[in-house]
């Protein structure tokens, strides 16, 4: 991932400021969000000229991960890009079907592209002609065949719109090598917005193009259940606020993502791009991923996640009560490539079933269990067991109510599972040898009463390592901060104070001792210094190795610590002094309990 990619979803200027997130200007509604949390599970669709170059331009392959922002990086002009147009025709375009892959993946809602940075409408639009129906040889609005797909299958039509930049209208912003004096792609708001010429010239772009196209979206393709906004970075609150309001009065049950500006702003919250670790500030959010790096098509993107991750991913993201937005880069001529069809089909075979544990469901009650995540409704929890015991012997932490039944959600017959109570927060359930599924296997268990669960993280002694992940822990002091949670950025960063620490609570049962595992990165020539962790009384030290950079990681064994017996008790990372720039960037903690010969 590129840093300014990631500036695109505001994700390092939000990793960087630790201030609590203002709250709503307006509570939300839970008539108009109730098909939102019952959905879950969404397809993102990103297409547009983009995907006619798909990375490529002249022969070049055009530096950045997403392919959809080649106009930008390539710094193609407005007059070669707009003849692309006259080359788009996407004659395998079929509306259902792309419904029908959706539906068929158990997706509830489609959010598609109707104008990206790019500028360029995926539907034809009366504000500027610079669109698919009026430029392209396909002549046809995409949109209107989209939303009658959409309203035969009763998915959800929902449209992204580009708001705040558009790189073809001369007034916007992003395009500096057409317009010298725009504002540029990666210029903060701050250093814009008392420019007089720049401000103004800006709002001319709103109001002649973006405004009105938003008011054609919400009135010319019937019932829009999203408009999904983006880059509401670069936008001000004022101007925040009017999409909001344009949104409202044309269509008041229609959601607005908080992308149309900032946390405050919209029905809920968004993830970074692809960001697998998150701090939730919000009740109802929703996290964003591809299925390779780009969002739309890109020729030489290969790198494809696992069927696998992508699942234990989207269960994470409803284990902490969010909808999972998955996307989809058709190819130039309208397809769905292989890939994404493969992992879409067997990403539906799982959901049809287990669907039962996703859909109307809300977050963990129990935290996040080593063996996996759980999710819960009506006196259910559904427990998403990625890394199956080998002792056939499964805890269920921190569930206090009396069980019932615990049952295979995908054996037909529901045959109970043994269970027993092993004190009065702990559960044991007796699973077969092998998990039926490779992915995941869902168990459920029944309970009696309104749920009460301690969510604090409990030891497991045995078949598991104990991970404390950086942004499952607690940080305090002036500059420590987590990283943006994306691959490989889901560390504690800018430890440069020897006062500022991270802590963890945790929950231990039994005696034992525990091999202590630090996971770090620590560039060369600039991170140093030596640290402590401390745990039941006992504290081990540890000097920073150099691992190459700040986000290649190495382990290092500290030694041995003793958990005295059941309790709660607190993991601290903290220096001893700081001889770098920085410290390190910590990763995660592990406890390993040892068998008594090995201890």
Known sequence: MIKRDMYMDNAEAEAADQATPLSPKEELKDRRLAWWREARFGMFIHWGLYSLLGGVWKGRTVPGAYGEHIMLRGEIPVKEYERL????????????????????????????????????????????????????????????????????????????????????HP?????????????????PLESWVNDEDKFTRYERYLEEKAFPQVRELLTGYGDVAIVWFDCGHKVTDEQ???????????????????????????????????????????????????????????????????????????????????????????????????????????????????????YGTTGSPLGKPQWGRCTTKDGLLYLHVFEWPASGRLIVPGLRNDVVSAYLLADPQRRPLPHRRLNSEDVLIDVPADPLDPNITVIVVEYEGAIDANPVK??????????????DGDIHGSALRYDTGKRDRDVVTDWINPADYI?????????????????????????????????????????????????????????TVRIPGPGIYTLTVKPDIITGSALMNLKEVRLTFLNEQEA
């Open 171 to 187: 007034d916007s912003q992003g395009n500096t090598h057409d317009y010298p004096n725009n504002i540029g792609a990666w210029d």
């Open 503 to 559: 802590q963890w609570t945790f929950r231990a049962e039994t005696a034992g001792t525990c091999q202590v595992t630090v996971v770090y990165g620590a560039a060369e020539g600039e991170a140093g210094g030596t640290y402590g962790v401390e745990l039941c009384g006992q504290r081990l030290q540890g000097m920073v190795q150099p691992k190459g950079g700040w986000y290649d990681f190495g382990s290092a064994e500290l030694g």
């Open 240 to 358: 925040g606020q009017r999409f909001v309001d344009t949104v409202r009065s044309l269509q008041p049950d229609c959601l607005v993502n908080r992308r149309v500006r900032r946390d405050g702003f919209g029905d809920y919250g968004n993830s970074g791009d692809n960001q697998l670790h998150i701090r939730i500030n919000r009740k109802d959010w929703e996290s964003i991923h591809t299925m390779n790096d780009s969002w739309g098509y890109k020729k030489t993107d290969h790198n494809w996640k696992s069927v696998t991750s992508i699942l234990h991913n989207m269960i994470d993201v409803f284990s902490l009560n969010g909808n999972y937005l998955l996307n989809v880069g058709p190819t130039p001529e309208g397809e769905f490539d292989e890939p994404s069809k493969h992992i879409l089909r067997k990403i539906g075979q799982w959901l049809k079933t287990n669907g039962e544990s996703v």
């Open 85 to 168: 147009a006259e080359a788009f025709n996407p004659v395998s375009f079929n509306a259902e079907a792309w419904v029908q892959a959706a539906k068929d993946a158990g997706m509830k809602y489609i959010v598609f592209t109707a104008k990206h940075h790019d500028g360029f409408a995926l539907y034809n639009s009366a504000a500027d002609d610079f669109n698919i129906v009026k430029r392209s040889p396909f002549g046809r609005d995409p949109m209107k065949e989209l939303a009658a797909a959409c309203r035969k299958e009763r998915i959800k039509l929902c449209f992204y719109y580009s708001h705040s930049m558009d790189w073809h």
């Open 458 to 471: 409990r030891l497991l002694e045995r078949d598991y390592i104990n991970r404390f992940g950086a942004f």
